[in-house]
């Protein structure tokens, strides 16, 4: 138990912030947009407000981890999907009404992936219906970047009285 203990403890300082900053927002904007329940929201905020210059990369950094896990979230989905075909030989699965939804939005769908709950298992649910990737991923992008924005901006204005920059 203690070897658990002290592996978690060296591993939250590994990635500490200031001294790994953006590494670190990246690792948990990545985590957190697997099936994981982990809100990277606090860890970008807590890095811009230690170090305002940070504003924008913080923001693009986090888009880019969010995304990439958002695109592994895709490719979960897709190869869970071919697995259950090989399984049951169904090669038109019968989809449920909110399955019948996201197939009538497409790609589009993917924008709302910055939602907290069902935002994660919608890129999981864009890659079992076989959406196309590419306009998958450029809407996961937009919707997650304008979340970033707007959630940093918010709690810097919330707690600071300004954004930087402006």
């Not at 203990?5 to 990545?30: D, K, N, R, Y």
């Not at 306009?135 to 924005?149: N, Q």
Request: proline residues 6%; glycine residues 8%.
């Amino acid at each position: 138990m203690q070897s658990m203990e002290a592996w978690i403890h060296s591993l939250l300082a590994a990635l500490a912030l200031p001294e790994f900053g953006l590494s670190t927002v990246f690792v948990v904007a990545f985590v957190s947009a697997t099936l994981l329940p982990v809100g990277s929201e606090p860890v970008v905020f807590g890095l811009v407000k230690l170090n305002a210059s940070l504003f924008w990369p913080a923001v693009l950094v986090a888009t880019a981890g969010n995304t990439l896990g958002g695109i592994v979230s895709w490719w979960m989905g897709y190869g869970a999907e071919r697995a259950y075909e090989r399984v049951t030989h169904d090669h038109r699965a019968a989809h449920p009404r909110a399955l019948r939804w996201l197939e009538r939005f497409g790609a589009r769908a993917c924008l709302l992936s910055w939602l907290p709950v069902v935002g994660d298992p919608l890129c999981a649910v864009a890659g079992w219906l076989r959406l196309p990737f590419w306009p998958c991923v450029l809407y996961m992008a937009i919707g997650k970047f304008a979340r970033y924005l707007t959630m940093t901006a918010v709690l810097l204005w919330a707690f600071q009285g300004r954004i930087p920059g402006t």
